[in-house]
């Protein structure tokens, strides 16, 4: 190992070390079955699906993506041991993308962490975008991805978690990985921006008909600095820790991945130029595309591609998976 590697291997694993995230339970530890977490000074907003009254569910949410009334149902389900309903979303290809609810968040924050429970079905298919947080200076009440274009960083960034095909070479729906479109985000071969990969040492493989805990934190930049931060749990494990220092390979169009060791030292997350652009938005999506089969080598795509989502919460603490009541 060179180094310059190695030099940059101890400071992240010193660094690591004095500033290391948590794990298991956290937040939803004090609420069993999350009962009253709502209530949690930290909590910022959350959904249940258990009053299984449709309309009041897309009141509750500033911009529902529902389509003839169709991808988006309340059905009987969830986390084993856990309420009685979820939200069932349907993608149908010909007659529409999948279905989404997206949420201005009541107060914006420096730091946030988004936990859902989701679980695909058995036949699901590669899909196009899933589950996003981000920020939008000034907030907006509905979504404004600008796909293909650079945040100027005093505007909007975004972070999705999303299963990746990998080009047909992980088994569908794929692998979790961060997809990402900041200021500093690299420009791809067509000269546009389609939003940065980062990916995970070892592929997480995202499991077929059976439920997962799923959280993902951002920590913003102290503006002039370099220590944002990104990190992911899967049922309660940190699998993911992107900062300043993470070892790292080359960056490109597609973003990069996270080494165990060696490579390049990561230069940091440099999220913003203003203060003013905070997290704002949540945005509980499912949304598939033909397109998205035949990047990975599908011919002959599922017509029908069905996820579930329950216990949605956003909260400036960890949250952990539920407590059982």
Same mark, same amino acid.
């Not at 949410?61 to 988006?72: I, Q, S, T």
């Not at 149908?92 to 009541?106: E, F, I, S, V």
């Not at 000034?138 to 990998?166: H, L, Y």
């Given at each position: ?52 009254? @449709? ?63 989701? /679980? ?6 590669? %899909? ?13 009440? !509905? ?17 999705? %978690? ?24 690299? %420009?791809?071969?067509? @000269? @546009?921006? !389609? ?87 949540? !945005? ?9 089969? /035949? ?26 998976? %539920?407590?059982?009541?």
């Amino acid at each position: 190992m060179k180094l310059a590697s190695l030099i940059a291997l101890l400071t992240f694993l010193s660094a690591s070390a004095e500033d290391k995230l948590p794990e298991g339970f956290g937040l939803a530890a004090k609420y069993p079955g999350d009962r009253g977490i709502e209530k949690d000074p930290a909590v910022i907003h959350t959904e249940n699906f258990e009053d299984g009254d @449709k309309a009041a569910l897309l009141k509750r949410w500033d911009e529902p993506n529902d389509k003839d009334g169709k991808p988006l149902q309340l059905v009987d389900g969830g986390p084993e041991g856990d309420g009685k309903k979820c939200l069932q979303v349907t993608a149908t290809l010909g007659q529409d993308t999948g279905g989404a609810l997206w949420k201005m968040l009541p107060r914006t924050a420096e730091k946030a962490f988004a936990r859902f429970y989701v /679980k695909f079905a058995k036949d699901a298919d590669y %899909i196009h975008h899933f589950v996003w947080m981000g920020g939008l200076n000034p907030p907006t009440r !509905w979504p404004n991805p600008q796909a293909g274009t650079c945040p100027k960083g005093d505007d909007r960034f975004s972070v999705g %978690i999303e299963p990746w095909g990998e080009r047909g070479k992980a088994p569908a729906p794929g692998n979790w990985n961060f997809y990402v479109y900041w200021h500093e985000m690299k %420009i791809s071969a067509d @000269k @546009k921006y !389609w939003g940065n990969g980062i990916r995970p040492v070892e592929p997480l493989a995202v499991p077929r008909d059976k439920w997962q805990c799923v959280e993902f934190m951002i920590k913003l930049n102290t503006v002039g600095e370099r220590d944002g931060e990104l990190a992911l749990w899967l049922d309660g494990k940190l699998v993911m820790d992107v900062k300043k220092g993470s070892p790292r390979d080359k960056w490109s169009g597609m973003g990069f991945h996270l080494l165990k060791e060696g490579g390049e030292a990561f230069e940091g997350l440099d999220w913003r130029k203003s203060k003013d652009l905070k997290i704002s938005n949540f !945005w509980l999506e499912h949304y598939v595309t033909e397109s998205a089969a /035949k990047q990975n080598g599908v011919e002959k795509p599922n017509p029908v591609n069905r996820v579930w989502f329950d216990d949605v919460v956003v909260a400036e603490d960890y949250i952990g998976p %539920i407590m059982a009541k």
